[in-house]
């Protein structure tokens, strides 16, 4: 969902004053980075940029971090979250053809958010719930011991 300008603003105001309150403390480039992600859901070029300025570090530096750790996204992501787990236990146990469906349903690959911005879908490596084996995760929302056609049902409680 795209923010208002006067939404951006006050997110804009509210960054700039966390930076304030913690640039000059050590090792402060994670949290502003994730207060950041916080407030815009992920860290556009231009997010990234004002952070370097603002702590007077190269925007390689800040690039670098987001690209390295999961948590950070350089793309806004959907409403919804969907993240169907493809480790070791759920593949075994047919995870790779839930994700399929959980893709055919909603006419996007992993990695990609639907147009009208509602989910965005994502291929993880362990969710940690091996004992449900095959799982996914909408937002909070556990689901386990799941089959394609599952997908269409649960799916439809979010549209």
């Given at each position: 969902?795209?923010?208002?300008?006067?939404?951006?603003?006050?997110?804009?105001?509210?960054?700039?004053?966390?930076?304030?309150?913690?640039?000059?403390?050590?090792?402060?480039?994670?949290?502003?980075?994730?207060?950041?992600?916080?407030?815009?859901?992920?860290?556009?070029?231009?997010?990234?940029?004002?952070?370097?300025?603002?702590?007077?570090?190269?925007?390689?530096?800040?690039?670098?971090?987001?690209?390295?750790?999961a948590q950070f996204s350089l793309e806004p992501k959907g409403e919804h979250v969907i993240s169907v787990c493809t480790g070791t236990a759920c593949y075994v146990r047919g995870a790779q053809a839930v994700l399929e469906e959980v893709e055919k349903?909603?006419?996007?690959?992993?990695?990609?958010?639907?147009?009208?911005?509602?989910?965005?879908?994502?291929?993880?490596?362990?969710?940690?719930?091996?004992?449900?084996?095959?799982?996914?995760?909408?937002?909070?929302?556990?689901?386990?011991?799941?089959?394609?056609?599952?997908?269409?049902?649960?799916?439809?409680?979010?549209?």
């Amino acid at each position: 969902m795209a923010l208002s300008p006067e939404q951006i603003q006050l997110k804009d105001k509210e960054l700039k004053e966390f930076i304030e309150k913690f640039k000059d403390t050590p090792g402060p480039l994670m949290p502003i980075m994730q207060k950041a992600q916080e407030l815009y859901g992920y860290l556009s070029f231009e997010t990234q940029n004002f952070i370097a300025e603002s702590l007077g570090i190269p925007v390689s530096d800040v690039y670098g971090v987001a690209t390295f750790y999961a948590q950070f996204s350089l793309e806004p992501k959907g409403e919804h979250v969907i993240s169907v787990c493809t480790g070791t236990a759920c593949y075994v146990r047919g995870a790779q053809a839930v994700l399929e469906e959980v893709e055919k349903e909603l006419g996007i690959n992993s990695g990609s958010t639907t147009p009208d911005g509602k989910f965005t879908i994502q291929d993880t490596r362990c969710l940690g719930c091996c004992g449900l084996a095959p799982v996914m995760v909408i937002g909070s929302d556990v689901y386990g011991r799941l089959v394609p056609s599952d997908i269409k049902g649960i799916l439809e409680k979010y549209k």
